[in-house]
């Protein structure tokens, strides 16, 4: 290992990692232009319109949600992400024993109690 003296450092080990990011950022290139080459380019009205599906839009495309979606949503997230610390319990559950079934039975206790909560606050109402 060389000495490194001050105001001359060359990373030497950060050249692989250089050379893969320019090699990955080349591709992606390369890649674009030949396909903007290659492909067919005939836009219309119906292929260029936000909705593909068939239907002609009704409402513009960047309206408001009501607040009520995002808590929804939100909700959603918070459950089922609490669900998955169910998994490790259920690999481990004959060495945590009675310890690791009490644990489990005071998490779903918290789900639950948080899960009424919400509905009495009507938050799951969707209209």
């Known amino acids: 290992m060389t000495p490194v003296t001050p105001g001359y450092y060359v990373p030497t080990h950060y050249l692989p990692v250089a050379m893969f990011i320019a090699v990955a950022v080349g591709f992606g290139v390369v890649n674009l232009l030949i396909a903007s080459l290659i492909r ?26 009501s607040i009520r979606f995002y808590i929804i949503t939100m909700l959603f997230l918070l459950f089922d992400v609490e669900t998955v610390f169910m998994y490790p319990w259920a690999i481990n559950y004959l060495k945590l024993g009675m310890f690791g079934l009490v644990e489990m ?23």
């Open 40 to 65: 067919p380019n005939k836009p219309y009205y119906e292929k260029l319109s936000p909705y593909e599906c068939g239907l002609n839009p009704f409402t513009d495309a960047r309206q408001r949600f």
């Open 105 to 127: 039975f005071l998490f779903i206790l918290i789900l639950f109690v948080g899960y009424v909560y919400a509905w009495m606050k009507g938050a799951l109402e969707w209209d």
